[in-house]
């Protein structure tokens, strides 16, 4: 797994600085650019993989895992903004508001949810009909009925009088960041026009085990490691799983989830050993 | 022309209500529907009698006029917030950060582009080829080579020493405001794969007159009739046309770009009467 995500993050950094290079020059496309770098590329590498499966070309998903990447990107430019989550470190370097201005920090991470629909509607990515498909499918992953409903839960749960339960965090984590690793696991069967049910499944188990490992190293972690400031969520009288399940009944949770997404593979053998394998290091890993 | 307006008016309020009673209920839609109330129509009116000059029904225009307006909403939450314009006021209400919060502002803007691209994938528009090519060119309006860009411009000109010149007022509106005005005056021409020269033609010279009508009613404007501050960019001693060319120039100027557009429209005949109409009214409102 390791060589692909490598060469997955290679390719993304690629697709991503072609893209931003063909803007005009200045301050936001700067910020854009700024936005972009570094990060896990769990999203890209579900979009990468799931295309192989589904016989789908590197050349024609690229521009899908490039799109997922700037909307994650837009996403946390905004997430850190004051007004929201009010951070300033983010994968080891100064936020966009703090590096630049709110006002830039908003207007990039406006350009770059633009720019993530623009890469969509690439010709190098199949037919017409599969481009609509998958805008479509994306649009209702990261709007008002996906991702960004999901940040408008979690801000109203922070403010809630009673402290949200399992269930409650379960659904806001489903659309805050489940939705949008859903998007990322089945367009390689969209593009494809093949049955995204398995990859959809697989998704979801992972999308919770994702969070859930969040929220165990915003206790447990690093912040040199991480790059983003720990122990926020305790401070801040946040409900997440570490704090309803406990640290062990979080982790126990995390581990169920990662079998459930490895037997929703089952279709697809041997080939999904790279998905396979990333279900197991989201649980393991130290970032 | 106002028999029309007003049917526009009705048909694109009842598809973004229907629009946005599809998604969950909650602050955030409630937000989102707040910041698409009222407002001129200019640019949902212009989707509709391009897609009628060049044979597109209404029905099929309608969800283009809906994105074009849900677009223009989300600017307006995000040029309004204190990070930005920093405006309480926007057609007569509380613009949207005052009434509800900054977050849910943010937020609100970041699902209100979301929807625009949504509607834009909507099958009644017409074939895959048509709404891919509209996505593609409405993405190009509105994000880093468009309307934010010009947001951006107009952010880095009142904050730069020097006094921008009428070139660079041109240039930043034209991005700002000209982009998207553009997109909706050919859009009808895109769907029908018709030749969008000639509307772009008008839309360039009619989204330069509005843009000095709104400089000169910013200075001559009535607060109740207009819905929003007056004497803004005065008090921030911003360059506009009114400030760089005089009442009596900007007057002019806008009165000869009004009658280029129409000009434009020679190819049309008498069918592009509305559109003549709406470059006259765009001068001559007082709101």
Known sequence: MQERLEAVKTMVAAALDEAIARLPRGELADAMRYATLGGKRVRAFLVMESA????????????????????????????????????????????VHIQWSEATAILAGDALQTLAFQLLTNEVIGSPEARVALIAEFARAVGAQGMVWGQALDIAAETAVEEPDVKQVTRIQE?????????????????????PEPLRDYARNLGLAFQIADDILDVTGDEAATGKRVGKDEEAGKATFVSLLGLEGAQTKAGKLVHRAEAALEPYGEAAGNLRELARFVIERDT
Chains 1, 2 share one sequence.
Do not use: C, Q, W
């Open 52 to 95: 192989r499966l589904n016989g789908v070309s590197d050349e024609a998903a690229l521009p899908v895992a490039a799109a997922v990447e700037a909307l994650h990107a837009y996403s946390l430019v905004h997430d850190d903004l004051p007004a929201m989550d009010d951070d300033d470190l983010r994968r080891g370097m100064p936020t």
């Open 175 to 195: 659309a805050k960041t489940g939705a949008l690793i859903e998007f990322s696991a089945v367009a390689g069967a969209i593009i494809a026009g093949a049955d």
